[in-house]
C-alpha cells in the first residue's frame, strides 16, 4: 500500500460520520419542519389560519366613537397633536370593552408614567419630536393637572 493511503481508515471513518450525520439532519429537518414551509416563500403558509383562529383584542379607533360612546374624545383627538395616536396606545386593547362596555372597562391613564412614555427626553428621539425632561417640566404636579391628553394643546 502506497504511503500516502496510510490513513485510509481514518478518511473512511470520517466519511461515515458525516454521511451519518446529514442523514440524522434530514431525518430531524423532515420531523420537525411542517409539511406546508416554503410553499410560498420563506414561512408556513398555515400560520395564516393560525392567526385567524387567535381571539381579538384590539377594536381600532373607529369603534370608540360609535354607538354614542367617546365621540367627543375622537373629535378632539382628530384636530390635535395626538390625532395618530390611537386610543389603544394609551387605553390598551379594547376589543372586550368595545363588545361591552360594561362588563370590561377601558385601562384608566396614569398621566405621568404614560405621558412620559413618548415624551420624556430621549437621544433616540426626532429633534422637531415634542420631549420635556419630565421631573423639571412637571414641578411637582401630574401631567393631566395642565395638559388633557385628548388634546394636550389646548
Given at each position: 500500500?502506497?504511503?500516502r493511503?496510510?490513513?485510509a481508515?481514518?478518511?473512511v471513518?470520517?466519511?461515515?460520520?458525516?454521511?451519518v450525520?446529514?442523514l440524522?439532519?434530514?431525518v430531524?429537518?423532515?420531523?420537525w419542519?411542517?409539511?406546508?414551509?416554503?410553499?410560498?416563500g420563506h414561512?408556513?403558509t398555515g400560520?395564516?389560519?393560525?392567526i385567524?383562529?387567535?381571539?381579538?383584542?384590539?377594536?381600532a379607533r373607529?369603534?370608540?366613537?360609535q354607538a354614542d360612546?367617546?365621540?367627543e374624545?375622537v373629535a378632539s383627538?382628530?384636530?390635535?397633536?395626538?390625532a395618530s395616536v390611537?386610543?389603544e396606545?394609551c387605553?390598551g386593547?379594547?376589543?372586550a370593552?368595545?363588545?361591552?362596555?360594561?362588563l370590561a372597562?377601558?385601562?384608566?391613564l396614569?398621566?405621568?408614567?404614560l405621558c412620559s412614555?413618548?415624551?420624556?427626553s430621549?437621544?433616540?428621539r426626532?429633534k422637531?419630536?415634542a420631549?420635556v425632561?419630565?421631573?423639571?417640566?412637571?414641578?411637582?404636579?401630574?401631567?393631566s393637572?395642565?395638559?388633557d391628553s385628548?388634546?394636550?394643546?389646548?
Amino acid at each position: 500500500m502506497p504511503q500516502r493511503f496510510r490513513d485510509a481508515e481514518h478518511l473512511v471513518r470520517l466519511a461515515i460520520l458525516f454521511f451519518v450525520g446529514a442523514l440524522v439532519f434530514l431525518v430531524v429537518r423532515a420531523l420537525w419542519v411542517p409539511a406546508d414551509f416554503g410553499e410560498l416563500g420563506h414561512f408556513r403558509t398555515g400560520v395564516l389560519q393560525d392567526i385567524r383562529n387567535l381571539p381579538i383584542h384590539y377594536a381600532a379607533r373607529a369603534s370608540c366613537g360609535q354607538a354614542d360612546c367617546h365621540e367627543e374624545e375622537v373629535a378632539s383627538l382628530a384636530s390635535d397633536t395626538h390625532a395618530s395616536v390611537g386610543c389603544e396606545s394609551c387605553h390598551g386593547a379594547l376589543a372586550a370593552h368595545a363588545a361591552d362596555p360594561k362588563l370590561a372597562k377601558a385601562a384608566t391613564l396614569e398621566g405621568d408614567e404614560l405621558c412620559s412614555r413618548c415624551h420624556a427626553s430621549l437621544a433616540a428621539r426626532p429633534k422637531d419630536f415634542a420631549q420635556v425632561d419630565i421631573e423639571v417640566h412637571r414641578e411637582g404636579s401630574a401631567c393631566s393637572e395642565c395638559h388633557d391628553s385628548h388634546a394636550p394643546t389646548q
